[in-house]
């Protein structure tokens, strides 16, 4: 484990978090959101809790700090793959697009504890921050998708929305509990395989065009 060392400056400020929230990714790639403590974190870090509490409050303001980071990629993604003026088809957008939620499916699956969980414990400043982020990004989509597709720049955040809340919804359908693979299995129910892609490349496709012009 890693010795300690305070942060003396804002990079190393920056370094330290970066270490909790690798530490929480690591966790919650194996573990459910309720056995990840403050005390697992600083345990896996070799740190103790009064040092964990040096850089955050609660876990849930780990847990809003890994959102901002895959909203971030997220977003990222989907302006780099529907760039100003690419000419592509709406079908030819929805399968794109299904394409990245894909990739960033932990996105959605954070947001299944966003606004339930994580939004309720967490310093209003911080909280601000992470608004702040994602309206910037709202804005972002609404100048960049009406010049790609016939669409007002009013329609732009509930189509985003729409599109969020469906694959955070369907992300827990599709992620593997072992909890409710034993409980299906307990009242002999086969688990349905499900696509997450699809679902979504199809569930685009109708959003787009029903919030197109």
């Given at each position: 484990?890693?010795?300690?060392i ?18 929480v ?6 573990r ?18 009064a040092?964990?509490y ?21 977003f ?11 000419g ?18 932990e ?9 339930t969980i ?9 909280l ?5 982020a994602?309206y ?10 009406p010049q790609?597709?016939?669409m007002?720049?009013?329609r ?6 729409a599109?969020?809340?469906?694959a ?10 072992p ?10 129910h ?6 997450f ?7 685009i496709?109708m959003?787009i065009a029903?919030?197109?012009?």
């Amino acid at each position: 484990m890693a010795e300690f060392i305070r942060a003396r400056s804002a990079e190393q400020k920056e370094q330290r978090l970066d270490q909790i929230k690798d530490a929480v990714r690591r966790q919650f790639a194996t573990r459910p959101y309720h056995e990840i403590t403050l005390t697992t974190i600083a345990d896996e870090l070799g740190w103790s809790r009064a040092n964990l509490y040096k850089y955050v409050c609660t876990k849930e303001e780990v847990f809003l700090l890994l959102t901002a980071d895959e909203l971030d990629a997220y977003f990222d993604a989907l302006l780099a793959a529907l760039p100003e003026g690419c000419g592509l088809a709406p079908d030819v957008i929805a399968e794109v697009w299904a394409g990245i939620a894909n990739a960033h499916q932990e996105y959605f699956r954070l947001g299944d504890l966003l606004s339930t969980i994580i939004e309720t414990n967490v310093s209003v400043e911080r909280l601000a921050d992470f608004k702040r982020a994602y309206y910037d990004r709202v804005a972002d989509m609404r100048e960049r998708l009406p010049q790609i597709i016939d669409m007002a720049p009013e329609r732009v955040e509930p189509l985003l929305l729409a599109i969020y809340y469906h694959a955070v919804g369907f992300v827990s359908a599709c992620w593997k509990n072992p909890l409710v693979a034993e409980a299906l299995e307990t009242i002999g129910h086969e688990r349905p395989q499900l696509d997450f892609r699809a679902e979504m490349r199809d569930f685009i496709g109708m959003c787009i065009a029903h919030y197109a012009r």
